[in-house]
């Protein structure tokens, strides 16, 4: 014999809960609900460090051609004022300029670091 349901039971619960399933229930879902947030969190820092990662080869790569660039303009330089004036006046004035530029530099440097 089939057992019939009365439809205006539905909601209500005739039964006292099962404490100890319920709170095993709340906890594996806080379980779970911790363990999605911190598999989130790893991908978030593991895309976040590749990404800071990839910057600094940039800047790295951006540091060492800038100082081989550097490197070869200074010695075109130099070259090209012992076209006119011997090594040592070549020398002379291409230091005092980039002593200069430095000197001149800093003090802008300066003044900016006062204004703020």
């Not at 057992?3 to 229930?25: C, D, F, Y």
């Not at 790893?42 to 790569?61: C, N, P, Y």
């Not at 012992?82 to 020398?91: I, P, R, Y």
Request: net charge positive.
């Amino acid at each position: 014999m089939a057992k019939q349901s009365n439809s205006s039971n539905h909601g209500v619960m005739t039964e006292n809960p099962n404490w100890p399933e319920l709170l095993a229930r709340t906890v594996d879902d806080l379980s779970k609900v911790a363990s999605t947030e911190i598999k989130l969190l790893e991908a978030t820092l593991k895309r976040l460090i590749e990404s800071q990662t990839d910057k600094i080869v940039g800047m790295l790569a951006l540091v060492v051609a800038f100082g081989y660039g550097s490197l070869f303009l200074l010695g075109g330089i130099v070259l090209l004022i012992h076209l006119w004036l011997a090594w040592w006046l070549a020398f002379l004035i291409t230091g005092i300029a980039i002593c200069s530029l430095g000197i001149a530099f800093q003090r802008v440097m300066s003044a900016a670091a006062k204004k703020k």
